[in-house]
C-alpha cells in the first residue's frame, strides 16, 4: 500500500465494526466519526456530553438519527463507559475523544474491566510519506517510554500485527540505532542486534526480515546503504521502523508530519481491541484514517 485512502477502501468492503468513542464532544472527532459512519466503515456509539454533542452535530449539519449516545460529562467515566462497551462485547473498538491520553490509556489498563491481555501494549503509527514508496509504520513513538528488549520483541510482534492486518504478506523490520555497529556504550544497538537474532530464529512469524542495529538513512535509502557498503534485505524498502525509545519514535513521527508532510494513522495495538488514539492536532481526515486503521484491525482476527 501507498497511500492511507487505500485503508479506507479495504475496510469499506469488510463488516462494519462498533466504535466505542470517549468524550465525542469535539467537533473534529465527531466530523471523522460521522464520515466514517457514512462510509460503512463504523456504526458509532458517542460517550460524552449529550448537549455539546448535540450542538456540534447541529453545526455540522449532521444527524443523530439512529446514533447510540451515552450522557457523560466527566472524562474518567466517559472513558470508564467506553472501554466497558468494548469488554462486554457491545463495541468492538474503542477511540479517544477530547479527553487526555492518559484517561483513555488507564481506563484501558484497568484489571477489572479493562482491555488487557498478555501481551503489551504499544502505539503503532502509519505514515504516508510523499518522499517514500510505501506506507511506513513507525513504533512505539507513543505509549512505552524506554522499552528493554523484551518490550522491544512484543512492542514489534503487535507491530507485524498490524502490518499484516493491512495485507503484507513480506514485513521488512529496521531496529532503529545511531550506527550500524553494535556497541555496548548503547544499548540501542545492543537490542537491535538481539531483535535481527530473534528474527533469524521465527520468532516474529513467516516473512518477517528484521535488521538492526540500522541508523535512519540506512533504513529508508537504498543509496545510502550502497555508499556506505551496507549490505542489507532492507534498506530503502522498510516497512516498519522500531525505535529504541518514545522520544525517538515522537520525534522521527512528529519530524516526518511537520517537516515532510506526511498523512498519519496512529493506534494502540495488543489489547482486546484497537485503541484508536488521535492527537488533537490531527484534522478529521487523519482522525478517520485512523478510524479505517482500527476498523481494519479489528476486522483481523
Ligand atoms: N502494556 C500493558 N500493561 C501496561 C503497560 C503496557 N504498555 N503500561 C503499563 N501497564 C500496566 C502495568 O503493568 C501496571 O500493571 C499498570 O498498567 C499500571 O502501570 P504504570 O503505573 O506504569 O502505568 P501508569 O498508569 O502510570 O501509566 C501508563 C501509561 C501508558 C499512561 C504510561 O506508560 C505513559 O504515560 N506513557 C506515555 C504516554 C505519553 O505521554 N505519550 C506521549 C505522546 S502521546
Keep these: 500500500m501507498r497511500k492511507l485512502d487505500e485503508i479506507i477502501k479495504k475496510v469499506k468492503d469488510l463488516p462494519t465494526m462498533k466504535l466505542a468513542v470517549a468524550a ?106 510523499p518522499t517514500y514508496h510505501k506506507l511506513l509504520f513507525l513504533t512505539d513513538g507513543g505509549m512505552n517510554i524506554s522499552p528493554n528488549l523484551e518490550e522491544k520483541a512484543k512492542i514489534l510482534k503487535n507491530a507485524v500485527k498490524g502490518a499484516k492486518a493491512l495485507g503484507l504478506e513480506e514485513v521488512k523490520v529496521a531496529c532503529l540505532a545511531a550506527k550500524e555497529k553494535v556497541s555496548e556504550k548503547m544499548v540501542a544497538t545492543v537490542d537491535a542486534a538481539a531483535l535481527e537474532e530473534k528474527g533469524q530464529n521465527g520468532e516474529f512469524g513467516q516473512g518477517v526480515i528484521v535488521e538492526g542495529p540500522l541508523a535512519f538513512d540506512l533504513a529508508v535509502s537504498k543509496e545510502a546503504a550502497q555508499i556506505k557498503n551496507f549490505k542489507s534485505e532492507v534498506s530503502g524498502d522498510v516497512d516498519i521502523i522500531l525505535v529504541p525509545n518514545i522520544e525517538v519514535g515522537n520525534g522521527v513521527g512528529k519530524s516526518l508530519t511537520y517537516m515532510a508532510n506526511a498523512k498519519s494513522a496512529g493506534i494502540i495495538m495488543g489489547a482486546k481491541a484497537p485503541v484508536v488514539l488521535v492527537s488533537r492536532a490531527d484534522d478529521a481526515q487523519s482522525k478517520l484514517y485512523s478510524i479505517a486503521l482500527g476498523a481494519l484491525i479489528a476486522n483481523y482476527k
Design 24 to 129: 465525542a464532544e469535539d467537533i473534529e472527532v465527531l466530523e471523522s466519526v460521522f464520515s466514517a459512519r457514512k462510509q460503512g466503515i463504523v456504526e458509532p456509539i458517542l460517550v460524552g456530553d449529550l448537549e455539546k454533542i448535540n450542538k456540534i452535530a447541529n453545526d455540522l449539519g449532521e444527524s443523530l438519527d439512529g446514533i447510540c449516545i451515552i450522557d457523560e460529562k466527566d472524562y474518567f467515566l466517559a472513558a470508564q463507559k467506553s472501554v466497558m462497551l468494548v469488554s462486554n462485547g457491545q463495541a468492538d473498538f474503542v477511540m479517544k475523544g477530547i479527553l487526555d491520553t492518559s484517561i483513555l490509556l488507564k481506563a484501558v489498563l484497568d484489571k477489572e474491566y479493562g482491555l488487557r491481555t498478555d501481551s503489551l501494549l504499544s502505539h503503532l503509527m502509519v505514515y504516508e510519506v
